[in-house]
């Protein structure tokens, strides 16, 4: 079973990421009526608030089985912080501008705070995604009673992957910011 929960964990990762960046840029990506963009962005940011908790069901559950306590880092206070204000996002999103009820001029005054707020939790994902990175290198590290060399494959694989995180945030974020 511990197995399936880490592998959870793992493709939690290369999926989740990729719908919410083309979650954040389907206004830019997907050639189609406004509706239709508005549409997507919603189901795209609602499967990755999806799998957002299954991945974190997923650790509590490993942690559980494996007697380690929960909650205990940085990146998991930060996981824990990320999901709830993306869930509130995205329902205050819904019922701002899917639901009839918010004036155009109520909308007009919410979409920038939407924008930084999307923008900024975007970042708060990449960033617990890399300290999680970080941290499983280091449990590794300890796990295994040995240093880990800084050109070792495992130290190269890991720094290579947050590198490359951190370039596609970036490139992510100069798209959403430019006209």
Request: proline residues 3%.
């Amino acid at each position: 079973m511990l197995i399936y929960q880490k592998l959870v964990l793992e493709l939690n990762i290369l999926f989740n990421i990729p719908y919410v960046c083309t979650a954040i840029l389907a206004y830019k990506i997907i050639p189609a009526k406004k509706e239709v963009q508005k549409t997507v962005h919603l189901v795209l940011l609602g499967s990755g608030i999806i799998l957002g908790a299954i991945g974190i069901y997923a650790v509590f559950k490993f942690h559980n089985e494996s007697n380690i306590k929960n909650m205990y880092s940085l990146h998991s206070w930060l996981g824990i912080g990320t999901i709830c204000l993306f869930g509130l996002q995205w329902i205050s999103a819904l019922f701002a501008f899917v639901f009839p009820g918010a004036s155009q001029r109520r909308r007009d005054a919410i979409y920038p705070w939407h924008v930084f707020l999307g923008v900024f939790l975007y970042s708060m994902v990449i960033g617990t995604a890399e300290l999680g990175i970080l941290e499983r290198l280091s449990f590794q590290e300890l796990s295994m009673s040995m240093r880990i060399d800084r050109f070792s494959s495992q130290a190269m694989l890991v720094n290579s992957t947050g590198l490359v995180i951190l370039i596609f945030a970036m490139l992510v974020v100069l798209s959403t910011v430019l006209p």
